[in-house]
């Protein structure tokens, strides 16, 4: 974790293989909401990173260099948000599997994600699976020892919301990604209170 003097740090994960990713679209606004309540950002999208598959008991170094990249920006996190696509009524792989990586923080100071508020958001298609994402992702945050925030982001027909080029066509879930990212850079202040001149509102 970064020390002293640096502000609050919060990475974003997340987005899918697709070119036009409305989960990525939904991360890089909840980001940006962070950092306008005075945190430094990183966005890692899956796109950028294309990770292979977790094996167990394969060390750090033997993954193709892109994997130490991926990990050493993630342990570099105050606080994290997570936006994935849902796929087949959960969380879609890519994103599990990017989380799968976080075996490699269990030698962290502190360990795994304890400590570290964890904002969570969700697209999908229909209704109902962009909340069943989210619930999974719930369990994988609370098993690595983080903290959800207490504002879940999950999106039905995100087809809808989203324009061509990422804009959020419907204010409510504009504002409701603004929120999340505001959430978590207020509640990983109470952790790290000297890191961080909260900016006032959503
Ligand atoms: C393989 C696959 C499976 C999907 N399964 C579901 C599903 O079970 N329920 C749902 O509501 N949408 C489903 N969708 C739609 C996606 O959740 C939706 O298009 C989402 O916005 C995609 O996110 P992205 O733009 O970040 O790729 C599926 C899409 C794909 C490609």
């Given at each position: 974790m ?75 996190a105050d606080a ?28 962290s100071e502190p360990p795994y994600l304890q400590n570290r508020v964890v ?25 690595l020892r983080g903290t ?39 509640h990983a202040?109470r952790f790290h ?10």
């Amino acid at each position: 974790m970064a020390l002293g003097s640096e502000r609050l740090h919060v990475v974003g994960i997340g987005g899918t293989l697709r070119a036009s990713s409305t989960s990525a679209w939904a991360l890089e606004r909840a980001l940006n909401a962070a950092g306008r309540a005075g945190a430094t950002t990183d966005l890692l999208t899956v796109n950028e990173f294309r990770l292979p598959i977790y094996e167990p008991g394969k060390a750090l170094d033997e993954y193709e260099p892109i994997v130490g990249e991926f990990i050493s920006r993630v342990r570099r996190a105050d606080a994290m948000i997570w936006s994935t696509a849902a796929y087949q009524g959960t969380l879609a792989g890519v994103t599990k599997n990017a989380i799968d990586f976080f075996q490699f923080l269990s030698d962290s100071e502190p360990p795994y994600l304890q400590n570290r508020v964890v904002g969570l958001a969700a697209t999908a298609g229909g209704d109902i699976a962009a909340v069943n994402a989210i619930n999974a992702m719930l369990h994988s945050v609370t098993s690595l020892r983080g903290t959800p925030a207490p504002l879940f982001v999950a999106i039905p027909q995100a087809h809808n919301v989203f324009d061509k080029r990422g804009n959020i066509l419907d204010k409510k879930w504009a504002d409701r990604l603004d929120q999340l990212g505001w959430l978590v850079v207020d509640h990983a202040s109470r952790f790290h209170p000297a890191r961080i001149e909260l900016a006032l509102g959503a």
